[in-house]
């Protein structure tokens, strides 16, 4: 393959996140290595009680009070996010041109929220339409946690959501990547942000479908791989990522976090939810291609496991394909610890990967009591982080509903 | 019972404290806009339109908005219509 001219490399200079243990980059890798599940107990409207993982960020640091309460909790946490990642990313934000800024936010649903609340509010009053909130359409817009953040930061270029089930936040950073190779943007927002907790029907449907998480701890609840596992714990979240082309990137002098080396984005057309192992391998396949890669170039593979029975065992299907004779790949899970932050999934767990370019540590996935034979593979690291040295490559899965799939690769920048 | 003024001033402040709980009640102009003293704009004019919807169970027309600028012209428009509803 010919190498990529510099403004043709996408490179992450920036990050900012909250997850249910953590509210940056540090304390949530630290949650990480330490074993800190972010899963508590949760009660939601109409469904009683169940397990989540929730986000306490402080989502008035970047917006005004009246902000949040007008906007959506989607808004508020995309938001909070890219207050964090501009920050992080030493950018002179103040002088920056705002109509070459891209804002692209995975959502796995949106508005879901508001209108349940609605509904619950107008039933008090007989379901009087005199009483339906105002608030109703641009807070359920599918741009809408995008639009906030163009709101609160001034942004005049481009914004939109990417409606990508649990495949969203990675298809965030591939539409920014993509923008930024265009040439339509010079900076790009792109991740992922989930409010799904705050609705019950999404806990009602997996417990339907006998796919929601259950477990007299909490903690131990999110068990992907374990023979025990019993579903999704449903979660908060959101994750944002300055991207920029490395040209820009080296002329500012940025700190650089890794470079997207490729992706590959696929749609299953074969079930509206279970997942097909043959199309995910060829997602793989496809974003292995696209970085000029082969599999045992990749060093951690983080897994979309999201804890259900079938897809666990479909997903490890998919990898001992692609990964047969990858004998240094090692293998690991996020959604252990922090339960399935939808919209935020993919992005959320690249971020608790990518310190593994600078300490070269793999974090486990947790939980794993008695590994189910159908999910055995070659290094899954269970429970413990393990130093490995080096690590240079990270290969992150992002599966969804409806069939689809979206994979990125990042590779760490050694400079040239 | 009737409902007096100050019952709705009291509402009204409730209502204003729920968007911006800094707001100092005493502080509060009678013949100024509230748009002009509290940087409220058109969706939070809206807000004050469900509340008091809501609040009173009461049909507020759109024709009906202007009424409700400042504390006192929303007294002088509620005043009469809950002690009617009463």
Same mark, same amino acid.
């Given at each position: 393959?010919?190498?990529?001219?510099?403004?043709?490399?996408?490179?992450?200079?920036?990050?900012?996140?909250?997850?249910?243990?953590?509210?940056?980059?540090?304390?949530?890798?630290?949650?990480?290595?330490?074993?800190?599940?972010?899963?508590?107990?949760?009660?939601?409207?109409?469904?009683?009680?169940?397990?989540?993982?929730?986000?306490?960020? #402080?989502?008035?640091?970047?917006?005004?009070?009246?902000?949040?309460?007008?906007?959506?909790?989607?808004?508020?946490?995309?938001?909070?996010?890219?207050?964090?990642?501009?920050?992080?990313?030493? +950018? #002179?934000?103040?002088?920056?041109?705002?109509?070459?800024?891209?804002?692209?936010?995975?959502?796995?649903?949106?508005?879901?929220?508001?209108?349940?609340?609605?509904?619950?509010?107008?039933?008090?009053?007989?379901?009087?339409?005199?009483?339906?909130?105002?608030?109703? =359409?641009?807070?359920?817009?599918?741009? =809408?946690?995008?639009?906030?953040?163009?709101?609160?930061?001034?942004?005049?270029?481009?914004?939109?959501? +990417?409606?990508?089930?649990?495949?969203?936040?990675?298809?965030?950073?591939?539409?920014?990547?993509?923008? @930024?190779?265009?040439?339509?943007?010079?900076?790009?927002?792109?991740?992922?942000?989930?409010?799904?907790?705050?609705?019950?029907?999404?806990?009602?449907?997996?417990?339907?479908?006998?796919?929601?998480?259950?477990?007299? #701890?909490?903690?131990?609840?999110?068990?992907?791989? #374990?023979?025990?596992?019993?579903?999704?714990?449903?979660?908060?979240?959101?994750?944002?990522?300055?991207?920029?082309?490395?040209?820009?990137?080296?002329?500012?002098?940025?700190?650089?976090?890794?470079?997207?080396?490729?992706?590959?984005?696929?749609?299953?057309?074969?079930?509206?939810? +279970?997942?097909?192992?043959?199309?995910?391998?060829?997602?793989?396949?496809?974003?292995?291609?696209?970085?000029?890669?082969?599999?045992?170039?990749?060093?951690?593979?983080?897994?979309?496991?999201?804890?259900?029975?079938?897809?666990?065992?479909?997903?490890?299907?998919? @990898?001992?394909?692609?990964?047969?004779?990858?004998?240094?790949?090692?293998?690991?899970?996020?959604?252990?610890?922090?339960?399935?932050?939808?919209?935020?999934?993919?992005?959320?767990? @690249?971020?608790?990967?990518?310190?593994?370019?600078?300490?070269?540590?793999?974090?486990?996935?947790?939980?794993?009591?008695?590994?189910?034979?159908?999910?055995?593979?070659?290094?899954?690291?269970?429970?413990?982080?393990?130093?490995?040295?080096?690590?240079?490559?990270? @290969?992150?899965?992002?599966?969804?509903?409806?069939?689809? =799939?979206?994979?990125?690769?990042?590779?760490?920048?050694?400079?040239? | 019972?009737?409902?007096?003024?100050?019952?709705?001033?009291?509402?009204?402040?409730?209502?204003?404290?729920?968007? /911006?709980?800094?707001?100092? $009640?005493?502080?509060?102009?009678? /013949?100024? $806009?509230?748009?002009?003293?509290?940087?409220?704009?058109?969706?939070?004019?809206?807000?004050?339109?469900?509340?008091?919807?809501?609040?009173?169970?009461? $049909?507020?027309?759109?024709?009906?908005?202007?009424?409700?600028?400042?504390?006192?012209?929303?007294?002088?428009?509620?005043? $009469?219509?809950?002690?009617?509803?009463?």
């Amino acid at each position: 393959m010919k190498p990529r001219d510099d403004s043709e490399r996408i490179v992450i200079t920036g990050v900012g996140l909250t997850a249910p243990n953590g509210n940056n980059l540090a304390e949530y890798r630290q949650a990480l290595l330490n074993g800190v599940s972010g899963v508590v107990p949760y009660e939601v409207r109409y469904f009683g009680k169940t397990l989540a993982g929730l986000c306490n960020c #402080d989502v008035t640091k970047y917006r005004s009070r009246r902000e949040v309460r007008r906007g959506t909790r989607a808004g508020s946490i995309a938001a909070f996010c890219v207050g964090e990642a501009i920050a992080d990313s030493g +950018l #002179d934000w103040e002088s920056f041109p705002k109509d070459s800024v891209g804002v692209y936010i995975g959502v796995t649903e949106h508005g879901n929220v508001e209108t349940e609340n609605e509904i619950y509010q107008i039933k008090q009053y007989d379901y009087d339409c005199a009483y339906w909130s105002h608030h109703h =359409n641009p807070r359920t817009v599918a741009n =809408n946690p995008a639009g906030e953040v163009t709101l609160s930061f001034g942004v005049t270029g481009p914004h939109y959501t +990417l409606g990508a089930a649990c495949a969203a936040g990675n298809a965030g950073i591939i539409q920014g990547v993509q923008q @930024l190779r265009l040439g339509e943007v010079d900076l790009a927002f792109a991740g992922g942000v989930s409010e799904s907790v705050h609705t019950f029907g999404i806990f009602a449907a997996f417990h339907a479908q006998g796919a929601l998480a259950r477990h007299d #701890d909490p903690t131990k609840a999110s068990r992907p791989f #374990d023979v025990d596992r019993n579903g999704i714990v449903v979660s908060e979240g959101g994750c944002v990522y300055v991207l920029e082309r490395l040209s820009d990137a080296k002329k500012r002098g940025a700190k650089i976090y890794g470079e997207i080396l490729g992706y590959g984005m696929n749609s299953d057309a074969t079930d509206f939810v +279970l997942p097909n192992a043959e199309r995910q391998a060829q997602c793989v396949r496809k974003a292995l291609r696209n970085a000029g890669l082969a599999p045992e170039d990749i060093d951690i593979v983080n897994t979309h496991a999201t804890a259900t029975h079938a897809g666990d065992a479909i997903e490890i299907q998919a @990898l001992r394909d692609v990964f047969a004779d990858a004998k240094k790949t090692y293998i690991n899970n996020t959604k252990s610890f922090i339960g399935h932050a939808m919209g935020a999934a993919g992005v959320l767990e @690249l971020a608790g990967n990518l310190p593994s370019f600078n300490d070269g540590v793999v974090h486990p996935t947790i939980n794993v009591d008695n590994l189910d034979p159908e999910c055995e593979i070659r290094n899954l690291v269970m429970n413990k982080p393990l130093e490995v040295g080096s690590v240079r490559t990270i @290969l992150n899965n992002s599966f969804g509903m409806v069939g689809i =799939n979206a994979v990125t690769i990042v590779g760490k920048y050694e400079g040239d | 019972m009737a409902v007096t003024v100050e019952e709705i001033k009291k509402s009204i402040i409730d209502i204003l404290l729920g968007f /911006d709980d800094t707001i100092d $009640p005493e502080s509060i102009k009678e /013949d100024v $806009p509230f748009r002009e003293q509290l940087e409220l704009d058109s969706m939070d004019m809206l807000d004050i339109v469900l509340a008091l919807r809501q609040r009173y169970r009461l $049909p507020i027309h759109e024709s009906d908005y202007v009424h409700l600028q400042t504390m006192k012209s929303t007294v002088e428009y509620l005043l $009469p219509l809950l002690n009617k509803a009463e």
